[in-house]
Each structure stands twice: as structure tokens, then as C-alpha cells.
């Protein structure tokens, strides 16, 4: 146990805020550029077309309007300044982050509680197969590509192949259900699987245009949060004379079977307009793989890979779907509501009469396929996070066994703003879901002991959440920039930009419609919080478990080991490497990259020093051949100055790529022959990974 919140941020080292700094400003100018783009050519305007929240991945064009703008934002990346200012809980949180990375165990999660073990990795190991195997087999490479050309297909009806990356091999972990009785003798876990097919974005938007059209046709019971629950129990009448069923569907995405599903949406047929072209999105989306250590698994019960995962895009919204039809059997004839898989329900009847009801519900799920747990004859029921008494017709907050409030620390390295409204948050949710002033002085003590120890000095206090008048707003198309925060940061990054947007952007400009402090705004990010890290070294001990791709790799095939232009180093790959340029009066230094071996690169950078129609293909080159046709000498070291991953389509993030552009725009010194607007580029590593190069 960590006596502090998983949720707390500890200060980031100077290096990798800067990367994040250059990535978060370059996904900020990517937008900015495409938008000027279209204002300025209103003739060239982007197709009309759903892309349902699919970015271009192409490089947009060069605006002249916004160099002012994009030189400001890079010299103050530059110029940022650092202080160490180090709090005793940051040192906490170095220390304790310090001794899980030195662990050679893996950290593990619980499923339910605050709690984290330390496991092995022979038994961690040992504990996922286990779970995989359960409800598993083994896939082929076929059934991958079978899934990636029915998702190019459906890209490309959509015109949207060259947005969409490929199912992307995500190994599968588990957390640990530690409130499970007798845990220490036979420890169950809870099986993920995060590998997720991108369709499922589309299906996503889909499925929830149609659970909203049901929900509002047919009033079910259909909550989507503990708000909608009170009011249904401040609805029900004789409270004194009635009693809760509550009941829980055992496993319920992994129960979920392609039948259920399309009989889900025959019926909401009768309410919305359902096309063929969606429906079979919607299946598609659900024909997914589980991979671990490189090897794809297929549900043992699914003949056409049909499997919804608790890490889909579209899991929550099908969930709802199905939920919908479930309702329509118990409905109206039950006075029944269910939040995804917890249900609850109110009968003024008999107990006899009661326990008829709670078979007829046992049936009814049991006939399509879903096993339920189920208790009736309740007078005081927990739900969610609230605890329902009829006996008194009142309702307070509810906290499950072993489980203790944890809140982000005063100290963490959380935007200040974030800091001022978490206590505020607190007290707000706490009177919502206590039903008197009595109620919540009665169950306020956990809480405030949780935000005393984060270092708060804040007094909770009821103050029931008034009902909100709808104000008709004006919508505006607003651009943001999300610098990340960090304590350690001494320059306001926020102030000077915005003075930096209204300095490049005067009411004459061009752009200032689309340009100004109504249009973009800031907002700060958040760097990673204990949680990430623990999960990415879990990931890391992992990975190097994994057997090598070639055992017999060698680092240099050069004939003459001592003309190697990297000393013995040229096969290395995914590499930030730097040629400093020597001549005679003058040196200038060039930073690239490459995801393949350094020596191809190598030897395409010589052919563009020879081949006259090769002299623009990098500043390098150009450089080059500017001192050739000066005659003057010179000569070319080459070293490696940073390692890094390309493209992953599992995280999205070219860790290669943002390396080098963090060289060339905060270590200008070893770039002299870079050119700074190289930070808006597009990502060559990710191509190969979209389903329109799919073969």
C-alpha cells in the first residue's frame, strides 16, 4: 500500500517535460496550420465527409501568416526556464517510483482496492496464462489478416484507409481481485485485454446515436450515472412498504454473444434507423484478437472472432445497447433500472410474491444467455457509490470494504487549478448523494481524514449542488494548446503566450478572426502520474523477458573496422545521430534520424553527396555541396547522440521523431543546419501501419 494516491504526478526531469513540451507544441501548430489553411482558401475547403474524429495524417502546408506566431512559440520552448524547488512529498515520490524500478518483480495493480503487489514475473506469468487459456486458443496469422482486410474494406467505404492504423498487437495483462474471499490461497484475477480494433471509434459514435434515440423513445431505466439513480429512488412511492432486488451480471462483456447483440439491434430497429452499412461496423468492431508475448489468441466459444473487450472504443455504449433490450423484457411490468451490469429494482408486493419476481429475472437473463447474481427482500441496498435505506427514505454515501478514500496530494505536480478544485469537487459530489445535513455529518469523517492527510485545509460542508439554469451559449470553434505543467517549470508558460497571440495577431492581421483569445485558448496537461510509470517499468520487465528476434545480431559488417563511420556501431537502428562538418574556417553540425540501421542511411546520405540532382534532399547535403562548388575541404564525423522507439500504433507516439525534434529546437548548438520549422512534419514511421497500405 502507498500511503498517498497512484494519482499523484511527481516532477519530471528536465529532459523529458521539454520533449512533451515540443510534441503537445507541434500537435498545436498541426491544427493551427490546417485551420489558417482553410480560412485563407475557402475554395479549397475539406471534403464533406464524416471522418468520426479520425486526424489527417498528412504534413499541412506552410503558412507565411503564422511564422511570426510558430518562431515565437519555438524561442519559447528555448527560453524556458527551471528551478528545483524540491518538496519532501516529491522526494516521496521519487524514492518509492526509485525502489519499484530497482525491484526485478513486476508491480501489480488490485482489480477494486488502492492496493498493489509485488509478483515475480515467473508467477506473474504463470497467473496470465492461467486466465488466458480459460476462455482462449490459439490463433493463426490468418485470422489477423482476415480481421485487418475486413477493417480496410470498411476504411476505404468510408475514404478513411489513410487515417485508420491496423489492429495493433497490445499484450494483454491482469489486475488482481484481492476482495475476493479466500485471495491469499487462490488468488483470481481479472483477465484485459486492450488491443482494439480503431473501427471501433466509428461503432462507437453509431451505437450511441442509438441507445440515445431508444432511451428517449421507450423512458427505460437506463442510468448512466448515481444522479440518475436518485432520481429515480426519490420517484418511488411507500418507501416503508417496499423492497430492493438488486442483482449483478456475472462477466457481462466477455457473456455478451454475437446473438444477443443482433437481436439488441432488431429491436432497437423499432425506434432509429439502423443501415446494413452500420450494422455490420458494429459487428466488425467486435472481431478482435488477444495477443500476449507476440502470439495472438482467439475466444474458444467464438467461431468468427466476435469478442467484446472491457478495453473496446464502442465496450460501454454496446453494453448500453444490450442493456436497452434487457430492459424491454422487464419493463414496464417491473419497476427495474440497471447501470451497465448492476441492477436494481422496487416492489411494494409480498416477500412471497418478491421471490417470484427474482426467478421470473433469473430466467429472463438466463434465456439470452446471461447469468446473473441476485438478492431480494433488500430493505437497504448499496449501489454504485451510495447506500439506499427504505426504511428511513434516506440515501448517504457508500464505500466498499478494505477500500479508503486516496485524494491527489496539495503537492503533486498537478496545474494549480486542478489542486484548488479537487476539495471543492469532494464536497460537492458528497452532498449530492447525502440526502440531509444529518446524513452527510454522519459520513463525512473518511473523507475529510482523506483530505487532510493530502494536505488540504478545506472543511467539508453540505451545500447541496443548485439546479443549473440552461443558458444558451454561443459554440465557437476553439483551438487549444495543452503546454504540459510542471512544477519545477519557472516560466509562466501561459502568460507568455497568450501575450504572444495577441502581439502576432493584431486586429489588421489576416487571421485574427480565427486567431485570438476567443478562438485559442490554453490549458494545461498533465505529465505522467504514478500509475503510468508503474504500468510502463510492469511493461518493460516484461518485454525483456521476451525471446530476442535474432540471437546472432552483430553491431558492424564494415570490411575495415576502422573506417566505420560509427567505430564499429553502424547497425544500430532507431537511432538520433549527429554529423558535425568540418572545414576550414567553420563548423556546422546536422541531427537526423533513422529506424532502420544507421549504415543505410549512411550510405543515401554519401549517394546525395555525389549525385548533383540529389544535392536539396536534406540540409546536410546542401551544405555539402555548397562547399564543393567553393572548393573548399572539409570533412564529415559522425557519432550517435540518442536512442529511440519509432511509431507505435499501440501508443501513438513516434518517440523517435519528437527526439530529434527536441534536439534541433532546444539543442540548437548541435544543429546548426537544421531548419526549426522541421517541428510541424509529418511522422514517416507510421505510414506503414495504416490500412490503406495494407496488402
Known amino acids: 500500500k502507498f500511503d498517498y494516491s497512484s494519482k499523484n504526478i511527481p516532477a519530471a526531469p528536465k529532459t523529458t517535460y521539454l520533449k512533451r513540451l515540443v510534441e503537445k507544441t507541434e500537435h498545436f501548430l498541426k491544427r493551427l496550420r490546417w485551420r489558417s489553411f482553410f480560412f485563407l482558401n475557402p475554395n479549397a475547403s475539406a471534403e464533406n465527409k464524416d ?20 518562431n515565437g512559440l519555438i524561442d519559447l520552448i528555448q527560453n524556458v526556464e527551471f528551478k528545483h524547488d524540491e518538496t519532501n512529498f516529491q522526494k516521496k515520490l521519487k524514492d518509492d517510483i ?41 490463433a493463426s496469422t490468418d485470422d489477423v489478416k482476415q480481421i485487418h482486410e475486413s477493417e480496410k474494406q470498411i476504411s476505404e467505404n468510408l475514404d478513411l484507409s489513410d487515417r ?27 483477465l484485459i485485454n486492450p488491443s482494439k480494433s480503431e473501427i471501433g471509434k466509428i461503432s462507437k459514435k453509431i451505437l450511441d446515436r442509438i441507445v440515445t434515440d431508444v432511451k428517449k423513445a421507450t423512458s427505460i431505466n437506463l442510468w448512466k450515472n448515481t444522479n440518475e439513480v436518485l432520481n429515480w429512488y426519490h420517484k418511488i412511492t411507500d418507501k416503508d412498504q417496499s423492497k430492493f432486488i438488486c442483482f449483478d451480471i456475472v462477466d457481462f462483456y466477455p457473456s455478451i454473444s454475437q446473438e444477443l447483440l443482433l437481436k439488441a439491434l432488431h429491436f432497437a430497429e423499432q425506434y432509429t434507423k439502423i443501415t446494413p452499412e452500420d450494422k455490420h461496423i458494429i459487428i466488425q468492431a467486435k472481431r478482435t484478437l488477444l495477443f500476449s508475448g507476440n502470439e495472438p489468441w482467439r475466444k474458444r ?10 478495453g473496446s472504443y464502442d465496450g460501454a455504449e454496446t453494453c448500453e445497447l444490450v442493456v436497452c433490450f434487457m430492459l424491454s423484457l422487464l419493463q414496464p411490468q417491473y419497476n427495474i433500472g440497471l447501470y ?26 438466463g434465456e439470452n444467455g446471461l447469468k446473473i447474481t441476485i438478492e431480494a427482500n433488500k430493505r437497504i441496498t448499496h449501489f454504485l457509490d451510495v447506500t439506499l435505506n427504505l426504511e428511513s427514505g434516506t ?94 517549470v519557472k516560466t509562466n508558460i501561459g502568460r507568455k503566450f497568450l501575450h504572444l497571440l495577441d502581439t502576432c495577431f493584431p486586429e489588421s492581421h489576416p487571421l485574427h478572426k480565427i486567431c485570438n483569445r476567443n478562438t485559442i485558448k490554453i490549458s494545461y496537461s498533465c505529465m505522467p502520474n504514478v500509475k503510468t510509470i508503474i504500468q510502463n517499468d510492469t511493461k518493460n520487465k516484461l518485454n525483456q523477458l521476451q525471446p530476442a528476434e535474432s540471437t546472432d545480431k552483430k553491431d558492424c559488417n564494415c570490411r575495415n573496422k576502422e573506417t566505420c563511420p560509427l567505430q564499429g556501431q553502424c547497425l544500430s537502428t532507431s537511432v538520433i545521430y549527429q554529423a558535425t562538418v568540418e572545414s576550414d574556417d567553420k563548423v556546422e553540425s546536422y541531427v537526423g534520424l533513422t529506424a532502420n540501421d544507421f549504415k543505410s542511411r549512411y550510405r543515401n546520405h ?24 567553393g572548393n573548399r575541404n572539409f570533412s564529415i564525423n559522425w557519432k550517435i547522440i540518442c536512442r529511440a522507439k519509432a511509431y507505435n500504433p499501440i501508443t501513438k507516439r513516434c518517440n523517435l521523431c519528437i527526439a530529434e525534434k527536441y534536439f534541433i529546437i532546444c539543442k540548437p548548438h548541435m544543429a546548426t543546419l537544421n531548419k526549426r520549422s522541421e517541428i510541424v512534419s509529418m511522422c514517416r514511421h507510421q505510414s506503414k501501419y495504416l490500412l490503406s497500405n495494407v496488402t
Open 395 to 488: 440515501h448517504e454515501p457508500y464505500l466498499k470494504p478494505n477500500n479508503e478514500p486516496r485524494y491527489v496530494n496539495v503537492k503533486s505536480n498537478h496545474p494549480p487549478n486542478v489542486l484548488r478544485n479537487i476539495p471543492k469537487g469532494i464536497n460537492t459530489r458528497l452532498s449530492n448523494i447525502s440526502s440531509s445535513q444529518e446524513v452527510f455529518d454522519k459520513t463525512k469523517a473518511p473523507y475529510q481524514t482523506a483530505l487532510n492527510e493530502s494536505g488540504y485545509k478545506y472543511k467539508l460542508h453540505f451545500s447541496p449542488h443548485p439546479t443549473k439554469t440552461k443558458r444558451k451559449t454561443r459554440s465557437r470553434n476553439i483551438t487549444w494548446y495543452n503546454p504540459p505543467f510542471d512544477i519545477n
Open 340 to 365: 451497465r451490469d448492476d441492477g436494481l429494482g422496487v416492489f411494494n408486493k409480498s416477500p412471497r410474491e418478491i421471490e417470484n419476481i427474482k426467478k421470473d429475472i433469473c430466467r429472463i437473463f
Open 606 to 629: 554519401i549517394h546525395t553527396f555525389k549525385d548533383q540532382r540529389k544535392r536539396s534532399s536534406t540540409e546536410l547535403s546542401k551544405y555539402v555541396w555548397t562547399l564543393k562548388d
Open 301 to 310: 466459444d467464438s467461431e468468427d472472432l466476435f469478442d467484446i473487450t472491457m
Open 98 to 138: 526509485n525502489s519499484v524500478k530497482v525491484d526485478t518483480r513486476v508491480t501489480i495493480k488490485a482489480d477494486k482496492t488502492i492496493n498493489y503487489y509485488k509478483l515475480d514475473t515467473c508467477k506473474y506469468n504463470e497467473l496470465l496464462k492461467s486466465n488466458i487459456t480459460k476462455s482462449y486458443k490459439k
Open 164 to 190: 485508420i492504423d491496423k489492429l495493433a498487437p497490445k499484450d494483454s495483462f491482469i489486475t488482481l481481485k484481492d476482495h475476493k474471499e479466500n485471495f491469499e490461497n487462490r488468488p483470481k484475477c481479472r
Open 51 to 70: 471522418t468520426f474524429g479520425f486526424n489527417s495524417r498528412k504534413t499541412p502546408p506552410v503558412i507565411d501568416e503564422l511564422k511570426q506566431f510558430e
